[in-house]
């Protein structure tokens, strides 16, 4: 059985009905609508945010559940999916998840009105079923996933990002949706606050250890879905780099920030600086920092009695950073 299989265990039935809630929550009464939004629910992914409100909310009850807790996973993934449509559009990206991209097939201009839909419907959810502590949880995301998009625009430009900064952006732009998730699926049962606010650090701690783990990707030698480098031709600064700046000499630094302004699109160019950073211990520092993240979520978990659900957040955690893709 698939890692993802086996977390799902003690949520398969919740997992179930949410697929039939979540398809209900995106009906219009316009035709090209329910076409297109028909299209992205069946090519959905491995639906990991749901599965986090899902399991927190469980774990935090001893079972418990509530129909609030169905209305936040929607609330997360409709607000998921519409970032997802719209970061096709900025990204001018044709694919995603292997499948043509919504702007692909329907152009730019129906795109962003799809994900401007989703996130109406997301946010009209919460409001029409007066779920306002739920609807603060993932506005604050979305606030903070524009700020670090916007931020990592900002410092790419002049390659100037330092290891605060990196932290700040993928903080914001990967992590706080995981966080969001996580708090959601607590307040959903009625958690008290401390316990929310808990659980949106947990949820924090793993978002940053998943993005550290897709940055680590681009220096892969295993097949693993998305070429290798493509961050540095991009030139994305990502942590590994970082350490590499801060820790060579002035001379191998003008080097590298040469190949990634002037030089990135130079295949062997980019092989050289790949090698470089992995000379350099930039991918053992990752790691290291990965695996902290990985610890400080793990011990959040250690405030709650054992339960399957607890055990599933635990190979969640695992299967975040051992992925292969």
Known sequence: MRPVEIIKLPIKNEMELFEEKFKDSMLSKVPLLNRITYYIVRRKGK???????????????????DERT??????????HTATLVHDDVVDDSNRRRGFFSVN?????????????????KGLLLSIDNEDFDLLKLISIAVREMSEGELLQIEKARK????????????????ATLIAACCGIGAASVGANQDCVRK?????????????????LFDYSDEKIGKPTGIDIKEQKMTLPLIYTLNNCSKKEKSWLINSIKKHNKDKKRVKEVIAFVKDSGGIQY???KMNDY???ALSILEDFPESEYKRSL????????ERKI
Not at 47 to 65: D, H, I, T, Y
Not at 107 to 115: E, H, Q, R, S, T
């Open 286 to 288: 990752t790691t290291t």
């Open 314 to 321: 635990k190979t969640m955690i695992d299967y975040v950073v």
């Open 294 to 296: 990985k610890d400080k």
């Open 47 to 65: 639906q990991m945010r749901p599965m986090f409100v899902f399991l927190v909310a469980k774990m935090v009850s001893n079972g418990g559940f």
């Open 104 to 120: 692909a097939l329907w152009k730019n201009k129906i795109a962003v009105l799809v994900g401007d839909f989703l996130l109406s």
């Open 159 to 174: 390659l100037d990002i330092t290891e605060d900064i990196y932290f700040d952006i993928i903080r914001k732009k990967t």
């Open 70 to 79: 169905y209305r936040g996973a929607a609330v997360v993934e409709l607000i």
């Open 199 to 215: 659980m949106r650090k947990f949820g924090e701690y793993i978002g940053v250890a998943f993005q550290i783990k897709d940055d």
